[in-house]
């Protein structure tokens, strides 16, 4: 049985997300309808074969740009290698991995190309292929499931 839109839980425009499988207890992503698929940001990035003739991808994700001293290191087997078009419309040969992300009391798996997104203030998207069937995004809405921690003062 598909969930109704009535169903389906609210998300705002950016949400707190983990992913426990790379190490990331919490990473800010944008939610981007806009999208299709989902993007992490890594430096690093190395794809090799193993002797077995699995390709994999290992690299670093520093999943909060203000502290960039956070390096985590990661090595996931290769999922595909395609083509994206980013917002600007230039096109890139990128690689894809699928891992586990949790939001809130949900998880599920994800399929992310990587690229370095360095310059730009989300390090994750969460792409309209991730969310279909689980999720309404309100724009005008912020962390309404992935909360974040609150600033000590």
């Given at each position: ?7 389906l839980d609210l998300l ?142």
């Amino acid at each position: 049985m598909n969930p109704t839109p009535s169903s389906l839980d609210l998300l705002g425009w950016r949400e707190w997300l983990s992913i426990p499988e790379l190490g990331i207890s919490r990473i800010k992503a944008k939610i981007d309808t806009g999208a299709r698929s989902s993007c992490l940001h890594t430096c690093g990035l190395e794809i090799y074969e193993t002797t077995e003739g699995e390709q994999r991808a290992s690299f670093t994700v520093h999943p909060l740009p203000r502290r960039p001293s956070l390096a985590v290191a990661c090595d996931r087997p290769l999922a595909a290698l395609r083509v994206v078009r980013d917002s600007g419309g230039h096109e890139e040969l990128r690689p894809f991995i699928r891992v586990p992300v949790t939001l809130g009391p949900f998880t599920w798996e994800v399929e992310f190309s990587l690229t370095n997104r360095e310059n730009m203030k989300f390090r994750m998207l969460l792409g309209r292929t991730a969310i279909k069937g689980r999720f309404l995004v309100d724009p005008s809405l912020s962390y309404q499931i992935g909360k974040p921690l609150s600033k000590k003062k």
